[in-house]
């Protein structure tokens, strides 16, 4: 709790308590709009509400426009100081068009529920809040605060790749606004992800009368599913998860094809291309006679990992210390 030794921090909780009904009508405001990753329109919806909320406190709004995805938004605020801080977040999505009405914000005790609050307008939110309480003070310490906010984080399509690496290296501190673990714990890596479409050829036949002439591609699929369910565990942190299949016409035929997709994951980059050339193994190995299966990216060349570092584990006790 603040104390004597640190009025400052006095005058910030008083501001953000004080704020408190401000903030939950804004987070119910941009909960209340549909902003799934593929739906453009929500997406810059909300991102004109958190530009205007950013320009009213005094930072320089630079909005990247895009013709297919939601666009993305970096903010700018220099102060008097020179330690250059990067707050990420994200204003896509994991839902659904309708899921807004379906499930308005709700508050149930100390816990607030509604599309897109925890994951991640609220954090978005808190940082703007933040923002607003430094003000409330009179404090400009930082040299540069820079706010990025992407439309791409739910997605394997990632247009912002770039611009965070860009916008990443351009600063002291990069801190993303998403929430922590369950329990509070401060999250210092994230694995690296890619997906890959695996596609099996094989040949149609009659299931009744000559199933010996065809090859089934279903089965082959099936077989290689099993096997790369069987890379989990292989290192630390290393996963594979067969997500949508699809694959065969009617039963009384022979599948002449079937595709997966395919997500795998590990905690290094080394690791991750490690996971993908076993997988990759295993879809080169004929599992039914007649059957071929090839394996490619599925929307792009997947996240690198948040690997650990020496900075960032300064930067975690750095937090720890304020905290």
């Known amino acids: ?18 704020a408190r009904d401000r903030y939950m009508a804004d987070l119910t405001q941009v909960c209340a709009i549909d902003s799934g990753s593929y739906l453009k329109p929500g997406i810059d919806q909300v991102q004109s509400i958190f530009a205007e909320r950013l320009a009213g406190l005094g930072f ?147 299931a009744g009368v000559e199933p010996e002439k065809g090859a089934s591609a279903v089965l082959a699929l099936a077989r290689i599913i099993d096997a790369a369910h069987g890379l989990n565990g292989h290192k630390r942190g290393m996963t594979v998860n067969a997500g949508r299949i699809s694959g065969g016409t009617n039963p009384n035929v022979v599948a002449a094809e079937a595709s997966v997709l395919v997500d795998i994951r590990a905690w290094t980059n080394q690791e991750l291309e490690e996971l993908a050339a076993a997988l990759q193994a295993i879809v080169a190995t004929e599992w039914v006679a007649g059957c071929t299966a090839t394996m490619q990216l599925n929307g792009g060349p997947g996240m690198p990992a948040m690997e650990r570092s020496p900075g960032t584990a300064r930067l975690e006790e750095h937090c720890q210390a304020i905290a």
């Open 60 to 206: 320089t709004v630079e909005r990247i426009a895009n013709r297919e995805w939601g666009d993305d938004l970096i903010a700018r605020k220099r102060g008097s100081g020179s330690a250059r801080v990067l707050l990420i977040g994200h204003a896509d999505t994991v839902y659904p068009e309708g899921e807004a009405a379906r499930r308005p914000v709700t508050v149930q005790g100390d816990i607030v529920l509604g599309p897109g609050t925890c994951d991640m307008k609220a954090g978005i939110l808190t940082g703007i809040y933040a923002a607003e309480a430094l003000d409330a003070i009179h404090w400009d310490g930082l040299g540069l605060l820079t706010m990025l906010i992407v439309s791409d984080e739910e997605i394997e399509q990632r247009h912002s790749v770039e611009t965070i690496r860009r916008e990443g290296s351009a600063h002291d501190v990069v801190l993303t606004l998403e929430a922590a673990r369950a329990n509070g714990d401060i999250v210092t890596a994230r694995k690296a992800t890619r997906w890959f479409r695996i596609d099996v050829t094989g040949k149609a036949a009659h």
């Open 1 to 18: 709790m603040p104390d004597g030794n640190h009025p400052e921090l006095t005058e910030i909780v008083a501001h953000l308590e004080a």
